[in-house]
Antibody
Framework: QVQLQESGPRLVKPSETLSLTCTVSGGSISSYYWSWIRQPPGKGLEWIGYIYYSGSTTYNPSLKGRVTISVDTSKNQFSLKLSSVTAADTAVYFC?????????WGQGTLVTVSS | DIVMTQSPDSLAVSLGERATINCKSSQSVLYSSNNKNFLAWYQEKPGQPPKLLIYWASTRESGVPDRFSGSGSGTDFTLTISSLQAEDVAVYYCQQYYSSPLTFGGGTKVEIK
């Protein structure tokens, strides 16, 4: 059974860079697409972007070039960096498998942007 | 971007009764070359990640009870829970994957009456 687990700092200061890693277990990261999705407290879901195991990426333009997603196949991990964060970036961040529909999800991690 | 609009925002249904959730897309998500609707439904319970219920508008994900069904085409879609169970209390989201950026509806909260 494929499992995903997010890890990274839970508190980030405004204007700094949010960094999260998703570790995939129970299966290989190869031959699949992997996504990041976020959910502000009490609100709906926003797709951030996805990466193919080969490294090709597609991002949500709404994040205005602040997003970088990378993959490390040797560690079975993929990562998210979101720069120049503000309070509006406070959210539960999920990693998930897929580029169209998402059939495996991490539990999510709440990242708070605050000084 | 394709805007997904769900209705109602919330609904309360008696146990064993039918629950119906609507989702409307701002443009068609039907791909004419394969006649498939690029529309999925998810269930989110408190403290849990969303769970994929239905894709291609009407195909149930493996393991999803058959009381969940999806219908519709083009811009108008429906998720139906034929006989509401206590464990179905959740927020339900539709999502289009016809074009990037992928977008979700605002969610519909289902409660027991």
């Amino acid at each position: 059974q494929v499992q995903l687990q997010e890890s990274g700092p839970r508190l980030v200061k405004p204007s700094e860079t949010l960094s999260l890693t998703c570790t995939v277990s129970g299966g290989s990261i190869s031959s699949y697409y992997w996504s990041w999705i976020r959910q502000p407290p009490g609100k709906g879901l926003e797709w951030i972007g996805y990466i193919y195991y080969s490294g090709s990426t597609t991002y949500n333009p709404s994040l205005k070039g602040r997003v970088t997603i990378s993959v490390d196949t040797s560690k079975n991990q993929f990562s998210l960096k979101l720069s120049s964060v503000t309070a509006a970036d406070t959210a539960v961040y999920f990693c998930a498998r897929g580029s169209q529909v998402f059939n495996y999800w991490g539990q999510g991690t709440l990242v708070t942007v605050s000084s | 971007d394709i805007v997904m609009t769900q209705s109602p925002d919330s609904l309360a249904v008696s146990l064993g009764e039918r629950a119906t959730i609507n989702c409307k897309s701002s443009q068609s998500v039907l791909y004419s070359s394969n006649n498939k609707n690029f529309l999925a439904w998810y269930q989110e319970k408190p403290g849990q990640p969303p769970k994929l219920l239905i894709y291609w508008a009407s195909t149930r994900e493996s393991g999803v009870p058959d009381r969940f069904s999806g219908s519709g085409s083009g811009t108008d879609f429906t998720l139906t829970i034929s006989s509401l169970q206590a464990e179905d209390v959740a927020v339900y989201y539709c999502q289009q994957y016809y074009s990037s950026p992928l977008t979700f509806g605002g969610g519909t909260k289902v409660e027991i009456k």
